[in-house]
């Protein structure tokens, strides 16, 4: 049972244009949503978060996007740089605080320059 | 760099061996998880260590056990190890605050290899 679902697992996309990563779930008591970033021999990277109570948080080149009525959120990127380039995971919380993250299977994102 | 360290690197198992993985946790973090990374998946959840006490657990059998120290250090342990055990083991340590909001760091994980 996959509560959270990241249905692309790969994503090419060119230097200078926007990224769109996208991750749905089903789970309807999932309040807090996370992306991580990781890179080959390291682990999990915190990227940026948002609450079920907005639909939107921006942290600088990154914003992620939140639907609860289609449980489906994204995160945008741009400009897409070269180092962006790694695992992305999208994770969801029943709780803020709880700290039980479910993961998605992740989307390997390619920039080319 | 999270300042949340792993070890070993990596291990090759037996199965039906015992094995236990150690993770230390940023300095003042109350709180460590343990996932499990499959290769090809995203990190499960294992369970989550609170002042010392386990608090919550995933879809995980018992012979998966842990201990949390003052220190901030933690340990994961397996016992009688399955093939299927082979996977990259992440520790997560955070601080849990009466006012909810967190972030959990990771560190870069140890990878299992039973045989």
């Known amino acids: 049972d996959q509560q959270v679902k990241q249905n692309s697992p790969s994503l090419s996309v060119q230097e200078g244009r926007i990224s769109i990563l996208n991750c749905d779930y089903t789970?309807?008591?999932?309040?807090?949503f996370l992306w991580y970033k990781k890179y080959p021999a390291e682990g999990p990277t915190f990227l940026i978060s948002?609450?079920?109570?907005?639909d939107k948080n921006e942290d600088g080149r990154f914003t992620v996007f939140l639907n609860k009525s289609a449980k489906h959120l994204s995160l945008h990127i741009v400009p897409s740089q070269p180092g962006d380039s790694a695992v992305y995971f999208c994770?969801?919380?029943?709780?803020?605080?709880?700290?039980?993250?479910?993961f998605g299977q992740g989307t390997r994102l390619t920039i080319n320059p | 760099e999270t300042g949340v360290t792993q070890s070993p690197t990596h291990l090759i198992k037996t199965r039906g061996q015992q094995v236990t993985l150690r993770c230390s946790s940023q300095?003042?973090?109350?709180?460590v998880s343990w996932y499990q990374q499959a290769l090809g998946q995203g990190p499960q959840f294992i369970f989550q260590?609170?002042?010392?006490?386990?608090?919550g657990r995933g879809n995980f059998p018992p012979r998966f056990s842990g201990l949390q120290f003052p220190n901030y250090s933690s340990e994961l342990n397996v016992n009688a190890l399955e093939l299927d055990d082979s996977a990259l083991y992440l520790c997560?340590?955070?601080?849990?605050?009466?006012?909810?909001?967190?972030?959990?760091?990771f560190g870069p994980g140890t990878r299992l290899t039973v045989t």
């Open positions: 997560a340590s955070s601080l849990r605050t009466s006012g909810g909001g967190y972030e959990q760091y």
């Open positions: 789970n309807s008591m999932f309040d807090y």
């Open positions: 948002i609450s079920s109570i907005k």
């Open positions: 994770a969801a919380s029943p709780l803020q605080g709880a700290q039980k993250l479910v």
């Open positions: 300095s003042g973090h109350n709180t």
């Open positions: 260590y609170y002042r010392e006490e386990e608090n």
